[in-house]
Protein backbone atom coordinates (compact mmCIF):
# COMPACT_ATOMS: atom_id res chain seq x y z
CA UNK A 1 0.00 0.00 0.00
CA UNK A 2 1.34 3.38 -0.95
CA UNK A 3 2.32 5.84 2.26
CA UNK A 4 -0.90 8.67 1.98
CA UNK A 5 -0.14 12.17 2.26
CA UNK A 6 -1.65 13.04 5.79
CA UNK A 7 -0.97 16.38 6.81
CA UNK A 8 -2.44 18.34 3.21
CA UNK A 9 -6.19 18.12 2.16
CA UNK A 10 -8.13 16.10 1.60
CA UNK A 11 -6.81 13.89 3.98
CA UNK A 12 -5.84 16.35 6.78
CA UNK A 13 -9.43 17.56 6.83
CA UNK A 14 -11.20 13.86 6.49
CA UNK A 15 -9.17 12.11 8.80
CA UNK A 16 -6.90 14.26 10.78
CA UNK A 17 -3.49 13.20 11.48
CA UNK A 18 -3.37 13.08 15.40
CA UNK A 19 -6.02 10.14 14.24
CA UNK A 20 -4.14 8.36 12.29
CA UNK A 21 -0.92 8.60 14.72
CA UNK A 22 -3.15 7.68 17.86
CA UNK A 23 -4.29 4.54 15.29
CA UNK A 24 -1.17 3.70 13.78
CA UNK A 25 0.27 3.05 17.20
CA UNK A 26 -2.04 0.87 19.07
CA UNK A 27 -1.92 -0.90 15.63
CA UNK A 28 1.56 -1.51 16.06
CA UNK A 29 1.36 -2.58 19.22
CA UNK A 30 -1.42 -5.03 19.00
CA UNK A 31 0.06 -6.81 16.38
CA UNK A 32 3.22 -7.24 18.34
CA UNK A 33 1.35 -8.88 21.18
CA UNK A 34 -0.88 -10.74 19.06
CA UNK A 35 1.94 -12.98 17.46
CA UNK A 36 5.23 -11.52 17.33
CA UNK A 37 6.86 -10.84 20.74
CA UNK A 38 7.94 -13.27 23.10
CA UNK A 39 6.12 -14.61 26.09
CA UNK A 40 7.57 -12.17 28.91
CA UNK A 41 7.33 -9.32 26.58
CA UNK A 42 4.11 -7.06 26.01
CA UNK A 43 3.80 -3.82 23.66
CA UNK A 44 1.76 -0.55 24.98
CA UNK A 45 0.92 2.82 22.80
CA UNK A 46 1.47 6.21 25.09
CA UNK A 47 0.24 9.39 23.23
CA UNK A 48 0.99 12.32 25.51
CA UNK A 49 0.03 16.03 23.50
CA UNK A 50 1.54 18.98 25.02
CA UNK A 51 0.09 21.79 26.09
CA UNK A 52 0.24 24.67 27.80
CA UNK A 53 -0.71 25.10 31.79
CA UNK A 54 -2.81 28.11 32.69
CA UNK A 55 -2.42 29.56 36.16
CA UNK A 56 -4.79 31.54 37.96
CA UNK A 57 -3.14 34.83 39.19
CA UNK A 58 -5.52 34.87 42.33
CA UNK A 59 -3.05 31.74 43.95
CA UNK A 60 -0.60 33.63 44.13
CA UNK A 61 -1.74 36.71 46.08
CA UNK A 62 0.28 36.43 49.64
CA UNK A 63 -1.07 35.48 52.62
CA UNK A 64 -0.04 35.98 56.50
CA UNK A 65 -1.30 33.53 57.90
CA UNK A 66 -3.12 30.30 57.12
CA UNK A 67 -6.93 29.65 57.78
CA UNK A 68 -6.39 26.38 59.59
CA UNK A 69 -5.35 25.98 62.82
CA UNK A 70 -3.41 23.63 64.14
CA UNK A 71 -3.98 22.97 68.36
CA UNK A 72 -5.34 26.64 68.84
CA UNK A 73 -1.76 27.64 66.92
CA UNK A 74 -2.13 29.90 63.84
CA UNK A 75 0.99 28.41 61.72
CA UNK A 76 2.73 31.51 59.79
CA UNK A 77 3.94 31.24 56.18
CA UNK A 78 7.62 31.29 55.80
CA UNK A 79 8.52 33.56 53.08
CA UNK A 80 11.28 32.25 51.95
CA UNK A 81 13.99 35.44 50.05
CA UNK A 82 13.97 36.33 46.66
CA UNK A 83 16.06 34.06 44.72
CA UNK A 84 19.64 35.54 43.89
CA UNK A 85 19.39 34.79 39.89
CA UNK A 86 16.37 34.20 37.70
CA UNK A 87 15.73 34.01 33.99
CA UNK A 88 13.32 33.02 31.55
CA UNK A 89 13.32 29.85 30.25
CA UNK A 90 11.11 27.78 27.32
CA UNK A 91 8.77 25.28 28.98
CA UNK A 92 8.99 22.28 26.34
CA UNK A 93 5.96 20.28 26.52
CA UNK A 94 5.74 18.53 23.05
CA UNK A 95 3.85 15.30 21.81
CA UNK A 96 4.39 12.10 22.31
CA UNK A 97 3.01 8.82 20.03
CA UNK A 98 4.93 5.95 21.19
CA UNK A 99 4.98 2.25 21.31
CA UNK A 100 6.99 1.06 23.99
CA UNK A 101 8.06 -2.77 24.42
CA UNK A 102 8.44 -3.89 27.56
CA UNK A 103 9.85 -6.95 29.32
CA UNK A 104 8.57 -8.62 32.40
CA UNK A 105 11.73 -9.02 34.93
CA UNK A 106 10.04 -8.28 38.53
CA UNK A 107 8.74 -5.52 36.16
CA UNK A 108 8.26 -4.05 33.60
CA UNK A 109 11.85 -3.09 32.06
CA UNK A 110 11.62 -0.61 28.65
CA UNK A 111 13.54 -2.72 25.80
CA UNK A 112 12.54 -0.92 23.02
CA UNK A 113 10.57 2.50 21.36
CA UNK A 114 8.66 3.21 18.32
CA UNK A 115 8.60 6.91 18.54
CA UNK A 116 5.75 8.64 15.30
CA UNK A 117 6.92 11.95 14.86
CA UNK A 118 4.15 14.80 14.99
CA UNK A 119 4.60 18.06 13.62
CA UNK A 120 5.08 19.50 16.96
CA UNK A 121 8.78 17.60 17.34
CA UNK A 122 9.90 19.43 14.44
CA UNK A 123 8.27 23.17 14.56
CA UNK A 124 11.17 24.38 16.84
CA UNK A 125 14.69 24.15 17.73
CA UNK A 126 13.79 23.38 21.61
CA UNK A 127 11.41 20.46 20.45
CA UNK A 128 13.72 19.24 17.92
CA UNK A 129 16.35 19.00 20.96
CA UNK A 130 13.89 17.62 23.17
CA UNK A 131 13.24 15.05 21.03
CA UNK A 132 16.46 14.23 19.87
CA UNK A 133 17.83 14.26 23.63
CA UNK A 134 15.16 11.47 24.81
CA UNK A 135 15.86 8.92 22.23
CA UNK A 136 19.57 9.59 23.34
CA UNK A 137 18.64 8.72 26.65
CA UNK A 138 16.89 5.42 25.48
CA UNK A 139 20.06 4.19 23.51
CA UNK A 140 22.58 5.17 26.51
CA UNK A 141 20.06 3.69 28.60
CA UNK A 142 20.74 0.18 26.41
CA UNK A 143 16.62 0.86 24.70
CA UNK A 144 16.55 0.39 21.14
CA UNK A 145 14.65 2.87 19.09
CA UNK A 146 12.61 3.08 15.76
CA UNK A 147 11.61 6.80 14.34
CA UNK A 148 9.04 7.14 11.66
CA UNK A 149 8.80 10.48 10.15
CA UNK A 150 5.75 11.15 7.54
CA UNK A 151 5.00 14.12 8.41
CA UNK A 152 5.27 16.49 5.04
CA UNK A 153 4.21 19.95 6.36
CA UNK A 154 7.54 20.46 8.38
CA UNK A 155 10.91 19.95 7.01
CA UNK A 156 13.41 18.66 10.05
CA UNK A 157 16.07 16.07 9.96
CA UNK A 158 15.34 15.00 13.56
CA UNK A 159 17.94 12.03 12.90
CA UNK A 160 20.42 14.56 12.87
CA UNK A 161 19.54 16.53 15.94
CA UNK A 162 20.18 12.78 17.24
CA UNK A 163 23.27 12.11 16.88
CA UNK A 164 24.34 15.16 17.32
CA UNK A 165 23.10 14.57 20.89
CA UNK A 166 25.46 11.17 21.15
CA UNK A 167 28.08 13.05 19.33
CA UNK A 168 28.49 10.80 16.23
CA UNK A 169 27.49 13.24 13.81
CA UNK A 170 30.62 12.22 11.16
CA UNK A 171 29.82 8.63 11.05
CA UNK A 172 26.41 8.38 11.25
CA UNK A 173 25.42 11.72 8.57
CA UNK A 174 22.31 10.67 7.05
CA UNK A 175 19.49 12.61 5.31
CA UNK A 176 16.51 11.31 3.33
CA UNK A 177 15.79 13.11 0.18
CA UNK A 178 12.51 13.29 0.80
CA UNK A 179 12.83 14.62 4.51
CA UNK A 180 10.46 11.41 4.87
CA UNK A 181 11.91 8.76 6.54
CA UNK A 182 11.87 5.59 9.43
CA UNK A 183 15.38 4.52 11.12
CA UNK A 184 15.85 1.96 13.43
CA UNK A 185 18.93 2.68 16.09
CA UNK A 186 20.30 -0.50 18.22
CA UNK A 187 22.57 -0.13 21.06
CA UNK A 188 25.16 -2.32 21.89
CA UNK A 189 27.68 -2.84 24.19
CA UNK A 190 31.40 -4.10 23.71
CA UNK A 191 34.13 -4.63 25.65
CA UNK A 192 35.31 -1.05 25.78
CA UNK A 193 32.39 1.35 25.31
CA UNK A 194 29.16 1.23 23.08
CA UNK A 195 28.01 1.08 19.51
CA UNK A 196 25.26 2.65 17.91
CA UNK A 197 24.33 0.36 14.61
CA UNK A 198 21.55 2.57 12.37
CA UNK A 199 19.36 1.00 9.70
CA UNK A 200 17.84 3.91 8.42
CA UNK A 201 14.94 3.79 4.95
CA UNK A 202 14.07 6.18 2.78
CA UNK A 203 10.42 7.01 2.94
CA UNK A 204 8.11 8.30 -0.09
CA UNK A 205 4.60 9.62 -0.58
CA UNK A 206 3.00 6.86 -2.92
CA UNK A 207 5.57 4.53 -2.00
CA UNK A 208 5.29 1.19 0.33
CA UNK A 209 6.75 1.12 3.38
CA UNK A 210 9.55 -0.82 4.66
CA UNK A 211 10.19 -3.51 7.25
CA UNK A 212 12.60 -2.52 10.24
CA UNK A 213 14.62 -4.13 12.58
CA UNK A 214 13.28 -4.20 16.22
CA UNK A 215 15.50 -5.05 18.73
CA UNK A 216 14.28 -6.21 21.88
CA UNK A 217 18.23 -7.25 22.84
CA UNK A 218 21.39 -7.41 21.26
CA UNK A 219 20.52 -10.72 20.37
CA UNK A 220 16.87 -10.70 19.82
CA UNK A 221 15.64 -8.88 16.78
CA UNK A 222 11.65 -9.12 15.45
CA UNK A 223 10.63 -7.65 11.99
CA UNK A 224 8.64 -4.21 12.30
CA UNK A 225 6.27 -4.53 9.55
CA UNK A 226 5.19 -0.92 9.05
CA UNK A 227 3.41 -1.92 5.64
CA UNK A 228 1.00 -4.50 7.58
CA UNK A 229 0.56 -2.08 10.67
CA UNK A 230 -0.38 1.40 8.38
CA UNK A 231 -2.44 -0.63 5.83
CA UNK A 232 -4.66 -2.10 8.69
CA UNK A 233 -4.63 1.70 10.41
CA UNK A 234 -5.78 2.79 7.51
CA UNK A 235 -8.33 0.15 6.95
CA UNK A 236 -10.01 0.72 10.43
CA UNK A 237 -10.32 4.56 9.72
CA UNK A 238 -11.83 3.57 6.40
CA UNK A 239 -9.02 5.60 4.55
CA UNK A 240 -9.56 4.83 0.55
CA UNK A 241 -6.81 3.95 -0.92
CA UNK A 242 -6.04 2.45 -4.60
Not at 159 to 167: F, P, S
Amino acid sequence: MPLLDHFHPPLSIERPWEGIHSAWAATMATRLNDDQLPPDYFAMPLVTVGGRVEVDVGTFQTQEHVGATNGGIVTAVWAPPKPSLSTSIEIIETDSYEVQILQNQGGPKLRAAIELISPANKDRPGHRQAFAVKCAAHLQRGVSVVVIDIVTERQANLHADLIRVLGCESELAWRSASDLYAVAYRAARTAESGRVDVWPELLGIGKPLPTLPLWLAEDLCLPLLLEDSYRATCSSLRIRYD
